[in-house]
């Protein structure tokens, strides 16, 4: 399965922006489906996730109430909502697929990746 995320771009500091990421197959049905996100000179840190069926979202603390995960599975797609940005949510945001074994915030988990899509909040 390949992923292939938009949506990103310069937005000023409390924007909103929606990121979406296609997948090519129906396999997407069966997978979690997850954002990273990884600032300028820090790590890639997990983001939110949601389950096969979109009945369950997952979000780290630092974006909970401002973004929303969403998917459409006759589309093989999933979007992130993102509210109220801040300048510290500048990172390139990566989808990622197939969790497998292990926690939804753990990169490990998940056996495919996205490109990543660049999001700049200016102040």
């Known amino acids: 399965v390949q992923l292939q995320a938009s949506g990103g771009g310069l937005v000023q500091a409390g924007g909103s922006l929606k990121l979406s990421c296609a997948a090519s197959?129906?396999?997407?049905?069966?997978?979690?489906m997850a954002w990273f996100r990884q600032p300028p000179g820090k790590e890639r840190e997990f983001v939110g996730s949601?389950?096969?069926?979109?009945?369950?979202?997952y979000y780290a603390d630092s974006v909970k109430g401002r973004f929303t995960i969403s998917r459409d599975n006759r589309k093989y797609t999933v979007y992130l909502q993102m509210e109220s940005l801040k300048p510290e949510d500048t990172a390139v945001y990566y989808c990622?697929?197939?969790?497998?074994?292990?926690?939804?915030?753990?990169?490990?988990?998940?056996?495919?990746w996205g490109q990543g899509t660049q999001v700049t909040v200016s102040s």
């Open positions: 990622a697929g197939q969790l497998v074994g292990v926690k939804p915030n753990e990169p490990r988990g998940y056996g495919y």
């Open positions: 197959g129906h396999a997407f049905r069966s997978y979690t």
């Open positions: 949601i389950t096969q069926s979109g009945d369950r979202t």
